[in-house]
């Protein structure tokens, strides 16, 4: 596959072409202590799961990407690391950023969407790590090159059963220096309404909020009516945007409900092809698009999606919900792409993010320091492999 101009660019100034010997699936778990599980409406999540694909150049240089669905269905990944091998191992590229089109050409009987795309996408992220890695530069450089030095964060988390609960989360992210949190709904919209009243007018006034009503809501989705009533309410109240209110592959629901209000809708984070994307876009479903590297494909999607919002008008914000992995590689392509100027920053306790960052997250103020460490600054070894060894406990369950 030929190198296109951008990729050819990149090249002069570092070396881009490499040779795969071998990939291999690690399944990671962190099991959240007795009486410290995550608890919240749809359910209580007793582990924190991460499917990583481990790319091993010719030279030995060895990367890490990651598939974010396996945060809920990681035995997934292993036969579908297995299904690629085919279309991966002894294959040279020119720029890791040809792997995910690679795969996706040769696997299009099967892999089209899904966790399917997510670990095509695994190994292009793994590529792109272990290439800027045997260069001695960090990945977003072989992704055009750092924009920024500094991206604002938000606060994402606000789980809970209670209202108490997601206040409580709240001010502890208003102390911590961000200025936008961003809080799941209940299950109904009746009591969603009643918290958003309960919690919007007890922030600071310089702390806006998200109302992220998850698919609106999980596994029982809304109307598109009670979609649009809730939409209304957080409208009120100033949402700095509302998120995924309606069933992810209801894009007539979509567009009816960014239609209806003028807060910025925004989706869908688990959408997994830039097709999928581009139909949500161009149907002016979302105000706010929110691809993930880590279920989209790979870099390369991310930035033809950034590309395609900015081109539409509207905003990106990449979904970053998973391991230090998901979160550095959707770091190094937010501060790649000039559209991007928000970045979630899921608060979560869970080990698994800052145990494989090489380098402690800075955060500034509310904003994210860029790293400069070589590659995408991750580190999974046979200590990390052990101490978080996989667990049966079902990572993140909807219930």
Not at 38 to 62: E, F, K, M, N, P
Not at 355 to 378: S, W, Y
């Amino acid at each position: 596959m030929a190198p296109s101009a951008d990729f050819a660019e990149v090249g002069e100034i570092v070396g881009t072409s490499f040779t795969v010997r071998s990939i291999r699936p690690v399944l990671l778990s962190y099991v959240y202590p007795e009486g410290e599980e995550l608890v919240w409406v749809a359910g209580t999540i007793r582990s924190w799961d991460a499917a990583l694909v481990a790319v091993t150049l010719s030279d030995g240089t060895t990367g890490i990407g990651e598939a974010g669905a396996g945060i809920m269905a990681a035995l997934a990944v292993p036969g579908l690391v297995a299904a690629f091998r085919p279309y991966s191992e002894d294959q040279s590229f020119e720029h890791p950023l040809e792997v995910g089109d690679h795969l996706r050409a040769y696997t299009a009987f099967w892999s089209r969407g899904g966790i399917a795309s997510g670990v095509a996408g695994a190994i292009e992220i793994a590529a792109l790590d272990a290439v800027a890695k045997r260069e001695g530069v960090p990945a977003y450089e072989l992704l055009g090159g750092r924009k920024r030095d500094l991206i604002e964060a938000y606060a994402s988390g606000g789980l809970g059963t209670t209202f108490e609960d997601v206040e409580a989360w709240a001010n502890k992210q208003v102390r911590a220096g961000f200025k936008t949190v961003k809080f799941r709904a209940m299950k109904d919209p009746e009591t969603t309404v009643q918290l958003v009243e309960y919690l919007a007018p007890r922030l600071p006034s310089d702390v806006r909020f998200v109302l992220d009503v998850v698919q609106a809501s999980a596994s029982h989705p809304w109307s598109v009516d009670d979609a649009i009533a809730v939409g209304r309410v957080a409208e009120k109240f100033g949402a700095r945007w509302y998120e995924e209110p309606c069933f992810a592959t209801d894009v007539a629901g979509y567009s009816r409900t960014n239609d209806a209000l003028s807060v910025p809708v925004s989706g869908i984070e688990s959408t997994s092809t830039f097709e999928e994307f581009a139909i949500l876009i161009n149907a002016r479903g979302i105000d706010l698009a929110q691809p993930d590297v880590t279920f989209l494909g790979g870099p390369r999607n991310f930035q033809r999606v950034a590309d395609l919002a900015r081109d539409h008008g509207i905003a990106c914000v990449p979904h970053v919900w998973g391991s230090g992995v998901t979160f550095s590689a959707n770091l190094h392509a937010a501060l790649a792409h000039e559209h991007v100027h928000l970045f979630e920053y899921c608060t979560l306790p869970n080990p698994l993010r800052e145990e494989v960052l090489i380098e402690p997250i800075k955060l500034e103020d509310g904003f994210i320091r860029a790293p400069e460490g070589p590659g995408l600054g991750v580190k999974v070894d046979a200590e990390i492999e052990a101490r978080f060894a996989f667990s049966m406990r079902g990572g993140h369950v909807i219930r």
